[in-house]
């Protein structure tokens, strides 16, 4: 409660928040009302419901996030998928290329715009020179979403002055990693700002995780979000029901893209869902839509293989049917959607 005028012409606590908040404001400090929105911006989607629901609606804004996993189980293909989205709503973005692999073809195939005015690509020399770039983005372009792929490509400038075997540099990279990320962390206000690590597996550890992150532990601590990434199942261009002789030509076309929150500090964490990815740069989304889906009460399983689903007058017998029909009705499949994310989704079958 605040505080009357004291005897002494003071002005209570009132004046006293007054002149901390005026006092901090001119050395740069920001003082804020806690329920401010600029506090929390919002997140960039995904564009993918099921992946959005396990984010807490997406990739959290003027934070940091860290995706990783092992090679070639998706973590670029993970950032291309939201910086396209990010796209689609207008926004720009910028993409680090501290791996040297940005191929201009592959991204615009997974729904990238590659117009400069809408994507910035970014080659730093050093570590100290990423994260300066970094920092002055955050503040002067201020993107959606910022990905820097990735931390172990990224070196220190001491380590290129010298040759390898003349100096041990053991801890100077994830000393500094700690270092850039805390004053990254510092200067972003608006931005989904994304590290892209690589998992590793510690030699001849018998008791414990033999799991490591390059980079040090720092990252762990800062990042608001971490995501891990894992290849799942391969997917064919034949059925399983084709034969013998057909499996056995079968090509691979894609793979199933799993995706786990394994800490989130703006949504429920440990939750995951399943997309599949085919080489052609499309991801289909529908097998986790209708887990979710079941699992919100959108869709009702009955007896014998029967589901019932709102938006349709008649049940659709089978999975394998199911998916056929919400691949093919876009209106369906909105409407799907739009019940899932609606927390009164159970009322639509009287639930």
Same mark, same amino acid.
């Given at each position: 409660?605040?505080?009357?005028?004291?005897?002494?012409?003071?002005?209570?606590?009132?004046?006293?928040?007054?002149?901390?908040?005026?006092?901090w404001a001119k050395k740069g400090a920001t003082v804020l009302d806690p329920r401010d929105s600029s506090l929390k911006p919002g997140p960039v989607s995904t564009g993918i419901v099921?992946?959005?629901?396990?984010?807490?609606?997406?990739i959290p804004r003027g934070r940091t996030t860290t995706v990783y996993g092992e090679y070639s189980s998706g973590k670029t293909l993970f950032c291309q998928l939201v910086i396209a989205?990010?796209?689609?709503?207008?926004?720009?973005?910028?993409?680090?290329?501290?791996?040297?692999?940005?191929?201009?073809?592959?991204?615009?195939?997974?729904?990238?715009?590659?117009?400069?005015?809408?994507?910035?690509?970014?080659?730093?020399?050093?570590?100290?020179?990423?994260?300066?770039?970094?920092?002055?983005?955050?503040?002067?372009?201020?993107?959606?979403?910022?990905?820097?792929?990735?931390?172990?490509?990224?070196?220190?400038?001491?380590?290129?002055?010298?040759?390898?075997?003349?100096?041990?540099?053991?801890?100077?990279?994830?000393?500094?990693?700690?270092?850039?990320?805390?004053?990254?962390?510092?200067?972003?206000?608006?931005?989904?700002?994304?590290?892209?690590?690589?998992?590793?597996?510690?030699?001849?550890?018998?008791?414990?995780?033999?799991?490591?992150?390059?980079?040090?532990?720092?990252?762990?601590?800062?990042?608001?979000?971490m995501i891990r990434v894992r290849r799942g199942r391969w997917l064919y261009d034949v059925e399983e029901n084709e034969g013998e002789e057909a499996e056995r030509d079968a090509q691979?076309?894609?793979?199933?893209?799993?995706?786990?929150?394994?800490?989130?500090?703006?949504?429920?964490?440990?939750?995951?869902?399943?997309?599949?990815?085919?080489?052609?740069?499309?991801? @289909?989304? $529908?097998? +986790?839509? &209708?887990?979710? =889906? !079941?699992?919100?009460?959108?869709?009702?399983?009955?007896?014998? *293989?029967?589901?019932?689903?709102?938006?349709?007058?008649?049940?659709?017998?089978?999975?394998?049917?199911?998916?056929?029909?919400?691949?093919?009705? @876009?209106? $369906?499949? +909105?409407? &799907?959607?739009? =019940? !899932?994310?609606?927390?009164?989704?159970?009322?639509?079958?009287? *639930?």
């Open positions: 409660m605040a505080r009357k005028k004291d005897a002494d012409g003071d002005d209570g606590l009132d004046g006293a928040l007054a002149k901390f908040q005026t006092r099921p992946l959005d629901d396990v984010l807490g609606g997406g989205n990010a796209q689609r709503e207008g926004d720009v973005c910028i993409f680090v290329d501290a791996e040297r692999t940005f191929d201009p073809d592959w991204f615009a195939l997974t729904g990238v715009d590659l117009d400069p005015t809408k994507l910035l690509v970014v080659r730093p020399r050093t570590l100290e020179e990423c994260f300066d770039l970094i920092c002055d983005a955050l503040q002067t372009v201020r993107p959606a979403v910022l990905v820097m792929d990735s931390i172990p490509a990224l070196v220190p400038k001491d380590m290129l002055k010298v040759e390898m075997s003349k100096q041990d540099f053991q801890g100077l990279h994830a000393r500094k990693m700690t270092e850039g990320i805390r004053k990254a962390n510092l200067s972003n206000d608006v931005t989904a700002l994304i590290y892209v690590n690589q998992l590793r597996v510690n030699m001849g550890v018998k008791f414990g995780n033999p799991e490591s992150l390059p980079g040090g532990k720092g990252i762990g601590f800062y990042s608001s979000v691979k076309i894609g793979f199933v893209l799993r995706v786990r929150a394994e800490k989130n500090k703006v949504a429920i964490p440990w939750r995951e869902c399943e997309l599949e990815f085919t080489f052609n740069g499309k991801v @289909d989304p $529908v097998g +986790a839509l &209708i887990r979710l =889906a !079941i699992e919100r009460g959108v869709i009702v399983t009955g007896a014998a *293989g029967y589901y019932e689903v709102v938006g349709l007058p008649n049940k659709v017998h089978g999975l394998d049917r199911l998916k056929e029909v919400l691949r093919g009705d @876009d209106e $369906v499949r +909105a409407t &799907i959607e739009s =019940a !899932i994310q609606n927390p009164l989704a159970g009322a639509l079958f009287g *639930g």
